[in-house]
């Protein structure tokens, strides 16, 4: 499991023009389910993304968590975080690794919901559409996390 997180001060979704799921402040996490997941390894990483230490405080340091800063997340299914570019003698991505949708859409909704049990509000893009994701990356900080 892949996610790439990005400290926003605004991120939306569109699905067909209409926007489906937004957020002020926060993180807008793109979440890349592999083959051989757990729902176990998406609870370590929703509690490891709510608990991560990239907000500034008072002196300007990181010190303060997504629950800290009452932040809210805005999780976005990516399985092209799974691409495989190393092995391939051209220049198409292997997405081998990437777990099937029957797989994959379950462990996205766990990750989701164990997010929201750590006391983090979540908004979800819609799995397997194609999304407009629009976000300001506050700083920026963009963070990558394997499990």
Not at 84 to 91: F, L
Not at 101 to 130: D, I, K, M, S, T
């Amino acid at each position: 499991m892949r996610a790439v997180c990005q400290r926003v001060s605004e991120a939306r979704v569109r699905v067909e023009a209409a926007t489906v799921a937004e957020i002020g402040s926060g993180l807008a996490i793109l979440l890349g389910v592999g083959r051989g997941d757990t729902p176990a390894e998406a609870e370590r990483l929703a509690g490891k993304i709510a608990r991560l230490r990239i907000f500034e405080d008072a002196e300007g340091r990181f010190d303060r968590s997504l629950l800290d800063s009452g932040g809210s997340a805005l999780v976005v299914s990516q399985f092209t975080l799974l691409a495989d570019t190393k092995r391939q003698k051209g220049t198409r991505p292997d997405f081998s690794q990437a777990a099937s949708r029957h797989v994959a859409e379950p462990l996205y909704e766990h990750f989701c919901e164990a997010v929201a049990r750590e006391g983090v509000p979540v908004q979800r893009g819609v799995f397997g559409a194609r999304m407009a994701v629009e976000l300001v990356n506050d700083g920026p900080v963009t963070i990558v996390l394997d499990v």
